[in-house]
């Protein structure tokens, strides 16, 4: 994955996180001649933030491939899923949200995905 870049995608509408369910996030990662990217021993980190919350604050909420119920990747496949439970959805406080996707590769973080999170509180 030499000079993957980051994109600025916002996860609203059919991608929002709604409060007290459980939500998915699932992608193939693709190579310009569109075939997938390998992930085989690549890790991958979901971080969610306070959007309103000072610069520099801790993630709400951190997903990772180390915990399988998290993150998996699909190695050849290129296939990334992410799932957060209802409980952790339900426990989010926050209504501005936003999150930044970090793939690992040989010990370096590299930024690949981030944006809004849109959140449907409670009420909406």
Known sequence: MPGMSSTVYDLVGPFALEKG???SLQFTRYNPDK???????AAARLEI???LAAAG???LLVLSSADPDEIVLGGA?????GTLTAA????????HLRYRLFFTVGGVDQLYLRG????????E
Do not use: I, K
């Not at 075939?35 to 021993?41: A, F, H, K």
């Not at 952790?88 to 209504?95: I, N, Q």
């Not at 809004?116 to 009420?123: K, S, T, V, Y």
């Open 21 to 23: 369910l459980p939500w």
């Open 35 to 41: 075939t997938p990217v390998d992930l085989t021993g």
């Open 49 to 51: 933030y306070d959007a």
């Open 57 to 59: 604050s801790e993630p």
């Open 77 to 81: 496949a290129g296939t990334f899923a």
């Open 88 to 95: 952790a959805s339900a426990a989010l406080t926050a209504t």
């Open 116 to 123: 809004r999170l849109q959140f449907l509180g409670e009420g």
